[in-house]
């Protein structure tokens, strides 16, 4: 049957994938005639000695490539596709793309973003890395729900182009939200965003001076170092205590130079999970208003408190209009929706307005509408509690078992009040061991993130981040466990070499 | 009965829109009590002496807006509805956004783009202005089932975070339609975007050297010329003859300076309509060859052809990968699902997926695959071809009725082979003439788009461009005689200076 894969238990490539590749690999080679029937799941799953499950998800994915189709009440079977015709040999180009590219700051961008990249989890491992609304919560029903009702009340509209600003009701929905959060803005002064990337692009572009100094927490949001760079500016690192970033050395300077903003995350820090006292967020504003600096608060789990009290955001402090906040759906629920937002004061939102229509017209109105519609139905309030309780859980298992089954001799970790990360340091490590220590988890089959790239100018320390996004409960031990076996490999090897 | 509101027929805001005004205000007023049953639609449309479906349209955007509420079987409600709290009072900001925002080159593409407007249509108008797909063509059926579809088979994988290149099957579709026109891609060649206008923008990021000039048809896309000035680049105004850009001039221009890329709509252009022929895109790209200077296709609308024999376009032709290539569904169908894309040389996509990358992450995978499901099932090639078939009878009627009631000694006109617009010239009119000839349509209840903001700077004459995709087949000879009464106001009232 050559239905058969040789399955690799042990290849990075988890094993719905390798299945999905030898499927396609046999039918471009025109070995698996259309109309085929398929072994029924459970049938190949025991051939294979895997879980039926593994299966499913192959044959999902080869429907979706188009190889496959079902009729209600019989077999699956091979699809006869037509395949794309080979392309055409790759000529040299007559242009040199790097002369016709002026941007080599491109160039730059990529060739600076830093080293190693996490492991790509597959099957059995452990995902300490993934930092994104876990599907597994992903409220699909519901959302199911809105999407219809939207696409029956008002598709003509849905379907049609719409304002720059994104669809109305979200844009008050969003409004009201946010007042939750002590933040008095009006729908006027909300504009959406495919996703809080897009907004901090179209931020940084109306903001940017070229070779000006942006402070940025150290570390940061790995993804706007070059976002920076990209404008021309350059990122001024602040070092982030455990109080945020240390606002003495912000101040003075502050005093030297001015620069194009101040870039923070006050709430559940990505990469450490810190968040920020009420005291240091006034000290920051306070700061920003007397040298007359806009602050970017990225806002990016503002809902994702689930230990303590709130702290309110710089935003709702915001008496002189210096705060641009960036907010997005998309570590809470449907990342794959790209729904982020910004808000700020008029003057900047009409000149965001501006370029927004500039550089593409108006935002998918189908995914905002369904939102508001999942939104104001109650659904995201009940989702957000599930969220909380679930998160609540898996941050208080890795506290424990961090401590528990790792130790603190043997790491030093951050104690986040919300969100899905913390910041984990191997006391006296070095730098140049981290390489050796995400492949010393990746042979423990646990993936983590590793520390360098959140910074522009690494320092000489070993650290990493731990996301609790895409772990079950459960995974949680078995996962601080092979921690601990990968942290014990380097030091057996005496991989681990102390700081100066 | 408050919810009777005093309409005005003749105001530019449609009567649907006042009814929707007045309910919100008496709402904000308090003037709408929670839990007040609505008058049956048919009623109200009795009482005001209107349509019944301008009240449901009310309704509808009632509803959207939160301000209603129905359930079934039962009457229309007024919803109790959470105003946000009133705004903070706007204090003076501490920044001065003029000067904390560099680019006040946004500002100058803002005040750059030319009056006037078209004016906005409303009830009883003819539009001939809209260019964006017929909502009333709109399969709203066959997407629905898309949708659906797509969220009962693979709901967690579209609505978690995608590929910045796109969802896959959907490039794979459009690499094998692309292969329709001659186009030979593999779907690693293809980027999906948020339409064609981020499309541009990227491809414009990526070809930007500040200061560089890049040649474009005059006239051409309104909103490419802010988005050329938005990346220091400078239009360089080719004129446009009745074969597309005269390669004579361009190719003097070419000799001069070296520019940054080459804009061309060889399609329909918008807005004039249209068409080169294949000699002309040959001896375009060869200019462009031996130059080497890269070539920006807007094939906006390659699927619209519909009389006489199809042109390849010149990325088929491209045999040395300078031609870079975007297209988008926006001006067939859905454009509210803002769904683009750009095929180019391999050098070019991988600079691209980066770019995109670092300013959106990825784009919106659900839209992204109903539209690959709707292609898939064979529901677009029906779509095209009754889209074929309304727009071919919309043209013929429109070049006929041109003729006919408006008549050659009054107006010069285009003569598209498929598309949405035609370019229509007052012979020896002016331009100043053009704001007294779009008040003199709107006061005729026609709106049609003056043509001045397609040009950087406008030539001294009277034109104006005319779209199709909006405007019902038996609306266009009444549109037609509107025009004509619009240009013989303008003559009696002796407001059509001659041109020099």
Redesign the interface.
């Known amino acids: 049957m050559p239905w058969l894969p040789a399955l690799d238990r042990h290849a990075a490539t988890p094993l719905w994938k390798q299945i999905v590749d030898h499927a396609v690999r046999l039918a471009d080679e025109g070995n698996l005639p259309s109309g085929e029937r398929l072994p029924p799941s459970r049938a190949l799953a025991a051939e294979l000695g895997i879980n039926r499950s593994t299966v499913c998800r192959a044959y999902?994915e080869l429907?979706?490539?188009?190889y496959l189709e079902s009729r209600p009440g019989s077999y699956t079977t091979v699809r006869g596709r037509?395949r794309?015709?080979a392309?055409?040999p790759?000529?040299a180009?007559?242009?040199?793309?790097n002369r016709?590219?002026?941007?080599d700051v491109?160039?730059a961008?990529?060739s600076a973003m830093r080293q190693p990249r996490p492991a790509v989890p597959g099957d059995g491992w452990i995902d300490f890395s993934t930092l994104?609304?876990d599907?597994?919560l992903?409220p699909?029903d519901d959302?199911?729900r809105a999407?219809?009702s939207v696409?029956?009340?008002?598709?003509?509209?849905?379907?049609?182009?719409?304002d720059s600003a994104g669809y109305?009701?979200l844009r008050?929905t969003l409004?009201?939200r946010m007042?939750a959060h002590g933040i008095?803005?009006?729908?006027d002064?909300v504009v959406l965003t495919?996703?809080a990337?897009?907004g901090l692009?179209l931020v940084v572009?109306?903001?940017?001076?070229p070779g000006a100094g942006v402070a940025v927490e150290s570390p940061t949001y790995a993804?706007v170092l070059?976002?920076l760079r990209?404008h021309g500016l350059r990122a001024v690192e602040i070092p982030l205590g455990a109080d945020g970033m240390d606002l003495d050395v912000l101040e003075s300077w502050l005093e030297r130079e001015p620069p194009?903003?101040v870039y923070t995350m006050p709430g559940f820090q990505n990469p450490t999970g810190l968040t920020t006292t009420q005291a240091h967020r006034e000290r920051l504003l306070t700061l920003c208003?007397m040298r007359?600096v806009?602050i970017v608060e990225d806002g990016f789990e503002e809902e994702m408190k689930y230990f303590g009290r709130a702290v309110l955001p710089l935003k709702s402090m915001d008496?002189?209009?210096?705060v641009i906040y960036v907010g997005t759906f998309?570590k809470v629920v449907?990342?794959?929706?790209?729904i982020g937002w910004i808000a700020a004061?008029?003057?900047?939102i009409r000149?965001l307005l501006?370029?927004s229509?500039?550089?593409?017209?108006?935002?998918?109105?189908?995914?905002q509408?369904a939102v508001e519609r999942f939104c104001?139905a109650g659904r995201y309030d009940g989702y957000l509690r599930r969220v909380h309780a679930t998160f609540r859980r898996r941050m208080t298992m890795l506290l424990r078992s961090l401590e528990k089954d790792v130790g603190g001799d043997r790491l030093e970790w951050t104690r986040p009040m919300g969100g899905c990360t913390l910041w984990a340091r191997v006391p006296g490590g070095r730098r140049e061991d981290e390489r050796a220590l995400v492949d010393a988890a990746a042979s423990e089959r646990l993936a983590i993130t590793p520390g360098s790239p959140f910074f522009a100018t690494p320092p000489d320390q070993l650290a990493f981040r731990v996301s609790i996004a895409h772990v079950k409960v459960h995974e949680i031990e078995d996962g601080c466990r092979r921690l601990r076996r990968a942290l014990a490999r380097l030091t057996t090897r005496g991989e681990v070499r102390r700081a100066r």
Do not use: K
């Open positions: 999902e429907a979706a490539l188009g037509a794309p015709l392309a055409r790759a000529a180009s007559l242009l040199d793309w016709a590219m002026a941007p491109l160039d961008c990529v994104s609304a599907p597994d992903c699909v959302f199911r999407v219809r696409l029956l009340d008002q598709p003509r509209s849905i379907l049609d182009y719409g109305a009701p008050e409004a009201s007042r008095a803005v009006s729908p002064e495919q996703g990337q897009q692009d572009r109306l903001l940017a001076r993804l070059p976002l990209l194009a903003f208003e007359r806009p008496a002189h209009g210096i998309s449907f990342p794959g929706l790209r004061e008029r003057e900047f000149r501006w370029l229509r500039f550089t593409s017209l108006s935002g998918n109105l189908l995914s509408a104001h």
